[in-house]
């Protein structure tokens, strides 16, 4: 057993003894669990810190307000500690999201976010991370209210974009960090904000605007900037997200190719409506077409209304949360929104599990609303009271697989499990133990994941998978679009007439086959104004000849995120091969690699 797998089973068991032991001591022991877990799992660097790279970075400051008056009635020593203990709570917010605390600079932290590791949502975690630091200085200034003259408040500037990373000292002594305009913008923000204010620039708020409410501030002139400069305060993220998070609003396309993979997933759900069950998995790149493969299933589903459709969701962000995925899917199959209270969820489950289980609620509903997170009354405490570990462990697992198998008795049930690639150990270990119910029921479970990395956490549940139901699972592989494909997609989205073909080979080209990057590529070329919609007919038309496209912002964090999982030596490679160009001979890269190594 790898020591990652010794970690995940340790979480496990301290969650299934919630009850027992308490909260307080059970969250005290879960946070160093998962800081060892989030170790583990982030790769090294590939680069020294003396070796410099280019990376697309979300850069924080945060300043701190309040300390000078603090400082003027404690003493020293007592300010030093007060200020330690406040860096502790903010830098776990910070770590949650994998952010890396560049340099504290008196009562400011600098933090990364896409540098050393670059992940392809940073701007998002970067803003997560800033409210929840807001949230835990608030609960800080409660904590120590006899002790503070007045409440602490927190300031932030936030920017996105290319920066320089790596060792800036002297020979003597280089520390890791950024440079560039990027940060520099960060940091005139972060001047510029009020206490209580978080500040973002325009590559931040573009990145992230479907999944926060802002705000947008008149442009400000900026030190070192010809133009002024646009801001937006962020207020707080939405409850759900609006807008299209990937695609254009207002340009779309009936599903592209992959005519035969949908034939195989439509042929599994007709089977479901016979009631038999079944288990595929959708495996692909990021971008392919996987979650729309699956929606154009759903959409099928929701017209014939003959089975009922649940999702569940993991977050990047949220691997070392136990019981995230399942916990999500449970909410939706039981019609839970994002607001409903813990109050008013219990009584719903309870409605729920009585109805299922007339003579049984009482052995089910606690179990289900632990699970939940909801509070539970007397008599439900007192039957997980006793239970510890792997036993409350199982009944948790038999108490969902009732509760689901009950489901599928009032109407065949379809539960996609959406970015598996980031699920935490808990909701795999549960759905590993709810496949086998497909066999025996009118259960489909749809598990869509990117392709998975040999001995990666996916990669060990696909084969478990595998050796759990050897014919009853079936893997759809998405590839990229031909080149036929993608030329009808952009057709679809833009006008079969609306480019010259020269601009279209080169958006092709750039895509590669990818349908998310092929409208990423075509949205940077409409915010820049490259081709715009002809007055009159409104139709799409390139504004002047292009012989290149940029890589966009949201393209680049997507593909550095996969470039950063690669061990060091191969990074290495890869970056040399980037600067001879696209295509080259092998023994040109050879000879390079070589008089790398002698230093030459």
Known sequence: MT???????????????????????????????????????????????????????????ADISGFTAMSEKLDPEEVRSMINACFERLGEAIDRYDGHIDKFIGDEIMALFGAPI?????PERALRAALEMVEALEEFNRQH???????????????????????????????????????NLAARLEDLSEAGEILVGEATYRLTAPLFEFEALKPIKVKGKAQPV??????????????????IEGLVSPMVGRV?????????????????????SIVGEAGLGKSRLVRELGQVCLQEAQATWVEGRALSY??????????????????????????????????????LFPDQAADIYPFLAYLLEFNLDSEAAQRIKYLEGEALHQQLLEAVRSYI??????????????????????????????????RESALLHLLIYRRPVRDSRIWEFQQKINQLMPAGHQIIELAPLNQAESGQLLDNLLGAEALPNRLKELIIAKAEGNPFYLEEVIRSLIDSQAIVRAPGNGHWMAASGLDKIKLPDSLQ???????????????????????????????VLARVLDKTAAGQ
Not at 580 to 586: E, L
């Open 318 to 355: 949220g691997e070392s949360a136990s019981y995230l995925v399942a916990r999500d899917v449970l909410r939706n199959l039981l019609g839970l929104g994002l607001e409903t209270s813990s109050l008013e969820g219990a009584l719903i489950l309870r409605s729920a599990v009585e109805q």
């Open 260 to 280: 035969e993979e949908f034939a195989r997933l439509h042929d599994v759900f007709n089977r479901l409506k016979s009631g038999q069950g079944g288990v595929v």
């Open 3 to 61: 020591r990652r797998q010794e970690i995940e089973q340790a979480i496990v068991a301290l969650e299934t003894q919630r009850a027992l032991l308490g909260d307080q001591v059970v969250e005290t022991s879960l946070a160093a669990l998962r800081q060892q877990l989030t170790e583990i799992n982030r790769p090294e660097p590939a680069a020294s810190p003396h070796q410099a790279e280019r990376k697309q970075v979300t850069v924080m400051f």
């Open 118 to 122: 670059t992940h392809e949502n940073d």
């Open 557 to 587: 964090g997507v593909i550095m995120a996969r470039i950063d999982q690669l061990d060091p030596e191969t990074k290495r490679t890869l970056q040399i091969a980037s600067v001879i160009g696209r295509n080259f001979p092998y023994q």
């Open 405 to 438: 198998l009950a489901c599928t008795g009032q109407s065949p049930l379809v539960i996609v499990w959406e970015d598996l690639h980031w699920a935490d150990p808990s909701s795999l270990r549960l759905l590993e133990t709810l496949l086998p119910s497909a």
């Open 230 to 247: 646009r801001v937006y305060r962020l207020l707080k993220a939405k409850a759900a997200p609006g807008g299209q998070i990937r695609g």
């Open 145 to 183: 209210a006899d002790i503070i003259p007045k409440p602490l408040a927190l300031h932030f500037g936030i920017n996105s974009g290319l920066a320089i990373a790596g060792g800036i000292g002297t020979r003597q002594r280089q520390d890791y960090s950024v440079m560039g305009d990027t940060v």
